[in-house]
């Protein structure tokens, strides 16, 4: 530890910390846009530069290690007339349509320009126009807004190990885009949207339906349909200024009604049908010693990653359908015969933590019979614009129940909203299969929290099950290594794609701040130990939903509705 002097104030320090770290400590706000605090510094936007005494220039305090006796300035006339410059010289190059721009009044930049005072343009100039690409049916990237910052560019290679995109061409003609200027949709983009969560200006958003959700709710001859994600009701409170975690489970119900949808139904059903089916294939996997490892598939980022980069596992992944698209076919298969309704009168909408699960809804595997499982995708956030939008006081509604039958869940559907989820309810019924008993304890603590990647050991019956989660996909890709080198040690793997699971998905409000990604896990181990029905096998709707329509796991009728094929997908590059 050693002493600094910030702003006529004595601090302390610790070896090793950045300037910015210890102003961050010390509660000193400093702003930045470029910074990303779990990466190495690339002190490229230059806004939290400070004075430093005894160095002739300004100092990127997210760049510079602190030392012993400095004495920094924070706010000096020097400093705040370099910050407001830097602005200025950035808003130069940037459209000017914040009036229409999805992140208005939730851009970083827009937020700097009114703290710092600029009300005029000072540096007039004309920005070359670039073409908007709205290829993907995930993510639109408008090259217009783009300041730069690289923190979309660092996401994607050094947190998620994709690399789909990256900086071109040099000088004040520097891009960034996928490999030889292609669209995001030949490119290797997994369209998991974390680019999207750390953009801090408008360059990265999701591709929007509310549109198309809006007029088929306006349309009489439409009967709408909705279910939401197991992790939206632990994350979409925040939109709208409650604490981190507050699970708003029935209110979220309520909000839903309100909006006109004829039926609201709840994902963590079929998340508890997905673990019938994915625990099922498991136990006869185990028996025929076929394609193991198993490895889940409710993710479509990791789908895509899989199909792109190592086609040789498709064989691995479980042939489940994702909860979204299980319970998708559900409703224009069953629940449309029950109601008598055709199936291409009723138009499904999804709430979900990602923006992937737009480019899955999309896939041709799940458009049989010439109509989609799915037929709109909303993420979090555009549920958030919707309830604002109808005008609806979110946290003073009265919490209501989901509709029947598939409003019906266990907290082990619950714990797919995040890492570590899907595995440990697999567990619980994996175990009820093999041996018929419930497990002494329903908590696989070895498969919870947030690290990289997490092993167990699980002793069921006679066997001994080696299972595995991986916290996003740059640590899939590590463990896909060590079984092409030859581990063969695992029975079955987790993977989600985006760190901390749907939770941390790229359509969630845009604090990724770790604590809040904690605080969000945490919501559903507590929804867990609080209620009753704790595995899969225990939904009395999942079980009725066999008796009269399924038979049974596996079954030929379920394998026709439940399950699906994944083939090796050609890129660009």
Same mark, same amino acid.
């Given at each position: 530890m050693f002493t600094l002097e910030?702003?006529?104030?004595?601090? $302390?320090?610790?070896?090793?910390?950045?300037?910015?770290?210890?102003?961050?400590?010390?509660?000193?706000?400093?702003?930045?846009?470029?910074?990303?605090?779990?990466?190495?510094?690339?002190?490229?936007?230059?806004?939290?530069?400070?004075?430093?005494?005894?160095?002739?220039?300004?100092?990127? @305090?997210?760049?510079?290690?602190?030392?012993?006796?400095?004495?920094?300035?924070?706010?000096?006339?020097?400093?705040?007339?370099?910050?407001?410059?830097?602005?200025?010289?950035?808003?130069?190059?940037?459209?000017? #349509?914040?009036?229409?721009?999805? *992140?208005?009044?939730?851009?970083?930049?827009?937020?700097?320009?009114?703290?710092?005072?600029?009300? $005029? *343009?000072?540096?007039?100039?004309?920005?070359?126009?670039?073409?908007?690409?709205?290829? @993907?049916? =995930?993510?639109?990237?408008?090259?217009?807004?783009?300041i730069l910052c690289g923190k979309c560019v660092r996401t994607c290679e050094e947190i998620m190990g994709v690399s789909a995109i990256d900086f071109v061409h040099r000088g004040s003609k520097t891009i960034i885009a996928p490999a030889f200027e292609a669209k995001?949709?030949? @490119? @290797?983009?997994?369209?998991?949207?974390?680019?999207?969560?750390?953009?801090? /200006?408008?360059?990265?958003?999701?591709?929007?339906?509310?549109?198309?959700?809006?007029?088929?709710?306006?349309?009489?001859?439409?009967?709408?349909?909705?279910?939401?994600?197991?992790?939206?009701?632990?994350?979409? =409170?925040?939109?709208?200024?409650?604490? !981190?975690?507050?699970?708003?489970?029935? &209110? &979220?119900?309520?909000?839903?009604?309100?909006?006109?949808? #004829?039926?609201?139904?709840? /994902? +963590?059903?079929?998340?508890d049908l997905t673990i019938m089916e994915e625990a099922s294939e498991l136990v006869e996997r185990l028996q025929n010693g076929s394609q193991i490892p198993m490895m889940t598939s409710c993710s479509p980022g990791w789908i895509k990653y899989v199909e792109q980069f190592y086609p040789e596992f498709i064989p691995n992944i479980s042939t489940c359908k994702s909860p979204q698209q299980m319970l998708g076919a559900v409703i224009k298969n069953i629940f449309a015969k029950e109601q008598g309704i055709a199936p291409e009168n009723i138009?499904?909408?999804?709430?979900? !933590?990602?923006? +992937?699960?737009?480019? $899955? +809804?999309?896939?041709?595997?799940?458009?049989?019979?010439?109509?989609?499982?799915?037929?709109?995708?909303?993420?979090?956030?555009?549920?958030?614009?919707?309830?604002?939008?109808?005008?609806?006081?979110?946290? =003073?509604?009265? !919490?209501? $129940?989901?509709?029947?039958?598939?409003?019906?869940?266990? /907290?082990?559907?619950?714990?797919?909203?995040?890492?570590?989820?899907?595995?440990?309810?697999?567990?619980?019924?994996?175990?009820?299969?093999?041996?018929?008993?419930?497990?002494?304890?329903?908590?696989?603590?070895?498969?919870?929290? &947030?690290?990289?990647?997490?092993?167990?050991?699980?002793?069921i019956g006679d066997i001994e099950l080696g299972v595995a989660v991986a916290n996003g996909i740059k640590n899939a890709k590590a463990l896909l290594e060590q079984i092409k080198a030859g581990r063969n040690d695992l029975h079955f793997i987790e993977v989600m794609t985006c760190p901390g699971g749907c939770i941390g998905g790229g359509g969630q409000p845009f604090n990724t701040d770790q604590n809040r990604v904690r605080a969000r896990l945490q919501a559903l181990y507590q929804i867990d130990q609080n209620e009753p029905l704790r595995a899969s096998h225990q939904n009395p709707l999942v079980n009725e939903l066999y008796e009269k329509y399924l038979e049974r796991p596996l079954s030929h009728q379920s394998h026709k509705l439940l399950h699906t094929n994944y083939a090796e997908r050609d890129v660009l590059v």
């Amino acid at each position: 530890m050693f002493t600094l002097e910030v702003n006529g104030r004595k601090i $302390e320090a610790r070896n090793g910390e950045t300037i910015l770290d210890v102003l961050n400590r010390a509660g000193v706000k400093v702003p930045t846009l470029c910074h990303m605090k779990e990466l190495f510094p690339s002190g490229a936007c230059r806004v939290c530069s400070v004075e430093v005494e005894g160095f002739n220039t300004l100092i990127p @305090s997210c760049a510079y290690p602190a030392q012993e006796g400095m004495v920094i300035k924070t706010n000096s006339p020097r400093v705040i007339k370099a910050r407001k410059t830097i602005i200025e010289l950035l808003l130069a190059n940037h459209v000017q #349509d914040c009036l229409y721009c999805v *992140r208005n009044g939730d851009c970083e930049l827009q937020e700097l320009a009114a703290v710092y005072g600029v009300r $005029e *343009r000072r540096f007039p100039a004309e920005p070359e126009k670039r073409p908007i690409d709205v290829s @993907s049916p =995930s993510i639109i990237r408008d090259q217009n807004k783009c300041i730069l910052c690289g923190k979309c560019v660092r996401t994607c290679e050094e947190i998620m190990g994709v690399s789909a995109i990256d900086f071109v061409h040099r000088g004040s003609k520097t891009i960034i885009a996928p490999a030889f200027e292609a669209k995001l949709n030949v @490119s @290797s983009c997994i369209n998991c949207g974390q680019c999207v969560l750390v953009c801090p /200006t408008g360059a990265l958003r999701e591709r929007s339906y509310l549109k198309e959700v809006t007029d088929a709710l306006q349309n009489p001859n439409k009967f709408v349909v909705v279910q939401h994600a197991p992790a939206v009701s632990v994350t979409i =409170s925040e939109e709208f200024g409650l604490k !981190p975690g507050k699970d708003v489970d029935r &209110l &979220l119900v309520n909000a839903l009604r309100r909006l006109g949808f #004829d039926r609201v139904f709840d /994902t +963590a059903f079929s998340a508890d049908l997905t673990i019938m089916e994915e625990a099922s294939e498991l136990v006869e996997r185990l028996q025929n010693g076929s394609q193991i490892p198993m490895m889940t598939s409710c993710s479509p980022g990791w789908i895509k990653y899989v199909e792109q980069f190592y086609p040789e596992f498709i064989p691995n992944i479980s042939t489940c359908k994702s909860p979204q698209q299980m319970l998708g076919a559900v409703i224009k298969n069953i629940f449309a015969k029950e109601q008598g309704i055709a199936p291409e009168n009723i138009f499904s909408v999804a709430i979900m !933590p990602c923006t +992937a699960k737009k480019f $899955e +809804a999309e896939r041709p595997e799940f458009s049989a019979n010439g109509y989609a499982d799915i037929d709109a995708v909303l993420t979090t956030r555009e549920l958030a614009r919707l309830i604002r939008m109808y005008g609806i006081e979110f946290d =003073s509604l009265e !919490p209501q $129940e989901p509709d029947s039958p598939f409003g019906t869940r266990t /907290t082990a559907g619950k714990l797919f909203g995040g890492t570590g989820g899907v595995m440990e309810a697999a567990l619980r019924t994996v175990y009820y299969m093999i041996t018929g008993k419930e497990p002494q304890d329903l908590v696989f603590e070895e498969v919870r929290g &947030l690290k990289g990647v997490r092993e167990a050991r699980v002793k069921i019956g006679d066997i001994e099950l080696g299972v595995a989660v991986a916290n996003g996909i740059k640590n899939a890709k590590a463990l896909l290594e060590q079984i092409k080198a030859g581990r063969n040690d695992l029975h079955f793997i987790e993977v989600m794609t985006c760190p901390g699971g749907c939770i941390g998905g790229g359509g969630q409000p845009f604090n990724t701040d770790q604590n809040r990604v904690r605080a969000r896990l945490q919501a559903l181990y507590q929804i867990d130990q609080n209620e009753p029905l704790r595995a899969s096998h225990q939904n009395p709707l999942v079980n009725e939903l066999y008796e009269k329509y399924l038979e049974r796991p596996l079954s030929h009728q379920s394998h026709k509705l439940l399950h699906t094929n994944y083939a090796e997908r050609d890129v660009l590059v």
